[in-house]
């Protein structure tokens, strides 16, 4: 009967440590480390077992290897330690290769190897036998190793070929990690850049050469995707051997629980159990020099793309020093603000156009005047008392589209509109106090009052069953795309969501408005990152999310008073998005509400480089956002 072999392949600080770790606490599967190595840092090095113990004195491994009769004979030990030095050697790549193609070529195959090979049938079936487990995962990377493993008889070996950006596995080759499993030296190999790029391609290239097959043979996947979604992930490797249903060691979506294990060799990592955190290493995109992360990309740049990677990532600077653009200061006097204002609205209207800056701070002179002379006539033609109107709350996160609609909507000379400049009813854009609002609603002479209290959004309930006015108030929520948000955040606030939430994260979110009502696991969630290494793009889409998940948190989603509109689908669809939205208030639609929104679908600029597991949160919330305006349209169509 065969033993079933699920080889890591690929380089090395790629993840294969903490995935093969996390393997091994599936039920009928033993991580058995790095096996390559097992003759010389095992035996002839005396080193650590994952589990503390020296490998000939560990409980697992010392029956192994008594079992495939490997402690008592040293020349044999010698012979395989120099047969695998032999084969993992660059120079022997050509043969491997071309061995791929003619098998009688395959050095694997041959002869002088024969001994070697039964040397190791005989120990991944004691590695089975000891361990009961159906599955044996050997993290050992070098494909001229997987190679050998093929070809030897009563081994079935299934390949997981485990790849992360070059850029990041070069960063992390150049830091210096403690050796702590009694290896002669203090720490692990460091090398070089343009090394790292090199062997990176060597060995991403043979493994994608070497093992092709079906999907029960050979899975690629990026470490990228791995943090951004394990517990998927995994599956799809135990899919590999059948085990796709077997219970997991994750305690929530990214945290796994681990056990001593017995990984034989490796990243210094194994050693380690407990609860970990999968989380995106991305720290070379900020610590990572410059020249030497254009290095690593112009020699990788062939297989880079091929894999999904971007030739030119975004990147942070360090450091988290603030300046004039990014948030105004505590205790910032009248003068210092409006000095701020002005600067970062002319550099927004350089880079985004002066055009948009006049249309979107509604500074048209005539437009103001035309529209202000409708609203007059109006209220002058209908006569309607005071103390009737209704309070409509456009709320949501900004930069998703809330200044278009309230355009629109401030087109029909029904409405009164209270944007969050307006100092006689918000407070430095958060809303005064209840009485100034009901105030407000309760003098106007028109049918609707519309705030927009974008600071407010987390008190929408609030606002709806609390200000007690004669017509019940009803509310908006704008949402828009992440990548949409965050280009426009940026540009118009710069490094605003990463600073607030480094600041969340550090316990001070006690008094800030963006902290309001997040759940514990939101507030843990966004303390889990390390925000000197995050990039500003990656900070506003986790901004989006936990702004934007209030909708459900907050139980807006259960309530018929609240509409959900999409900036995305006011561009496509104007005419049906603003129809829902009149039905939604009971306000006549007519034509004039959209004239100054041109629809246009659907762009097609790149995604953002954001963080994987943030962007994987994104997009399980758009989904979310979707389908629920979805089923308010199709109730309101019923």
């Not at 790292?196 to 290239?205: F, I, M, Q």
Request: glycine share 8%; hydrophobic share 40%; aromatic share 6%.
């Amino acid at each position: 009967m065969s033993t079933v072999v699920l080889y890591i392949a690929g380089t090395g600080r790629s993840g294969s440590t903490v995935l093969a770790n996390i393997l091994g606490e599936v039920d009928g599967v033993f991580a058995a480390g790095e096996v390559r190595y097992l003759w010389q840092r095992g035996l002839k090095e005396d080193r650590l077992c994952g589990c503390g113990l020296p490998v000939r004195e560990c409980p697992v491994w010392s029956k192994v290897l008594a079992l495939a009769g490997e402690l008592d004979d040293p020349a044999r030990v010698d012979g395989i330690v120099s047969m695998l030095q032999r084969t993992g050697r660059i120079r022997n790549l050509p043969g491997v290769l071309a061995g791929a193609l003619v098998p009688r070529l395959d050095p694997a195959e041959s002869h002088s190897l024969e001994a070697a090979r039964d040397a190791l049938g005989d120990l991944y079936a004691a590695i089975a036998t000891v361990t009961g487990c159906k599955v044996i995962v050997d993290s050992s990377k070098l494909p001229a190793y997987a190679n050998v493993l093929a070809a030897t008889p009563g081994i079935d070996l299934r390949v997981v070929h485990l790849i992360r950006d070059p850029r990041g596995a070069a960063h992390s080759w150049s830091s210096k990690k403690t050796l702590a499993d009694g290896a002669a030296r203090s720490h692990m190999e460091q090398i070089g850049p343009a090394k790292s790029a090199v062997l990176w391609d060597v060995w991403n290239l043979a493994g994608g050469v070497l093992f092709k097959g079906g999907a029960d043979r050979y899975l690629r996947i990026r470490y990228e995707d791995f943090v951004a979604d394990p517990p998927a992930t995994v599956r799809s490797i135990l899919a590999m051997v059948g085990m796709q249903d077997a219970a997991l060691p994750f305690v929530n979506g990214h945290e796994a629980q681990t056990t001593p294990n017995h990984s034989v060799a490796g990243n210094p990592d194994r050693l380690r159990h407990g609860a970990i955190t999968l989380r995106s290493d991305d720290r070379w995109k900020s610590a990572m020099a410059p020249r030497n992360r254009r290095l690593v990309s112009v020699l990788t740049a062939p297989l880079l793309l091929r894999y999904g990677y971007p030739l030119r990532p975004v990147t942070v600077k360090s450091g988290t020093d603030e300046t004039i653009f990014d948030r105004a200061p505590t205790g910032e006097g009248a003068a210092s603000r409006l000095n701020r204002r002005v600067r970062r609205h002319l550099r927004w209207g350089r880079t985004e156009g002066f055009s948009r800056l006049v249309e979107e701070d509604e500074l048209n002179p005539v437009t103001r005047v035309r529209v202000a002379a409708a609203k007059w006539d109006w209220r002058r033609t209908h006569r309607r008392p005071a103390g009737l109107a209704t309070p409509v709350y456009l709320v949501g996160l900004q930069r998703s589209g809330t200044n278009m609609l309230a355009r629109g909507l401030d087109i029909a000379p029904e409405f009164e509109v209270h944007n969050e400049n307006d100092s006689a009813v918000f407070d430095h854009f958060l809303l005064r106090d209840d009485a100034v609002v009901r105030r407000v609603v309760m003098a106007s002479r028109h049918e609707y009052v519309l705030f927009k209290p974008l600071c407010d959004s987390h008190r929408v309930d609030h606002l709806l069953d609390s200000l007690d006015t004669p017509s019940p108030g009803r509310a908006i929520w704008a949402y828009r795309d992440v990548d949409g948000r965050v280009r426009s955040a940026i540009s118009k606030f710069g490094r605003n969501n990463l600073l607030t939430l480094r600041d969340i994260a550090a316990g001070k979110g006690a008094g800030m408005w963006q902290a309001q009502r997040l759940s514990p696991a939101t507030l843990a969630e966004v303390a889990s990152y390390d925000y000197s290494t995050m990039t500003a793009e990656t900070a506003a889409a986790l901004f989006w999310w936990i702004r934007n998940g209030l909708y459900f948190e907050t139980g807006l989603d259960r309530r018929d008073d609240v509409l959900l509109a999409s900036y995305q689908d006011m561009l496509a669809t104007p005419v049906e998005a603003m129809q829902a939205i009149c039905r939604f208030l009971g306000l006549t639609y007519r034509p004039a509400l959209i004239e100054h929104i041109s629809p246009r679908g659907p762009g097609g600029t790149r995604p953002l480089d954001i963080d994987p597991h943030v962007r994987a949160l994104c997009n399980h919330l758009q989904d979310r956002l979707d389908e629920t305006l979805r089923g308010q349209r199709d109730g309101a169509a019923a």
